[in-house]
Nanobody, 120 residues
Framework: VQLQASGGGLVQPGGSLRLSCVAS????????VGWFRRVRAEFEEVSCI???????YYSDSVKGRFTISRDNAKNTVYLQMNSLKSEDTAVYYC???????????????WGQGTLVTVSS
């Protein structure tokens, strides 16, 4: 099982970025996949998409600004990030998890992160 996150970079406040998570070794439509971010030593779950019915979860800090989606043909999960704020600056990771009815549970697999820097 491998997950490769990409798409990070430097963006001005109010700008947008789209992160991609390419999975291998499993089908993204058979498992929940999510994004979490790290700022120094603190982790925050950002969003996840369930394996059934495309159920989704967003943290309060990103709700209304970020959108998670899945392309089964490309075995890829995306995180569209709009109206970015300086506090969104972090290393973003994608990982395989499971849907627990309201959000996603713990992550068993994750890849290397991609750095998002929001700054003017």
């Amino acid at each position: 099982v491998q997950l490769q996150a990409s798409g990070g970079g430097l963006v001005q406040p109010g700008g947008s970025l789209r992160l991609s998570c390419v999975a291998s070794g499993f089908n993204v439509n058979h498992y929940a996949v999510g994004w979490f971010r790290r700022v120094r030593a603190e982790f925050e779950e950002v969003s996840c998409i369930g394996e059934n019915d495309n159920v989704t979860y967003y943290s309060d800090s990103v709700k209304g600004r970020f959108t998670i989606s899945r392309d089964n043909a490309k075995n890829t999960v995306y995180l569209q990030m709009n109206s970015l704020k300086s506090e969104d600056t972090a290393v973003y990771y994608c990982g395989r998890t499971y849907w627990n009815g309201n959000s996603c549970g713990s992550y068993k697999y994750w890849g290397q992160g991609t750095l998002v820097t929001v700054s003017s």
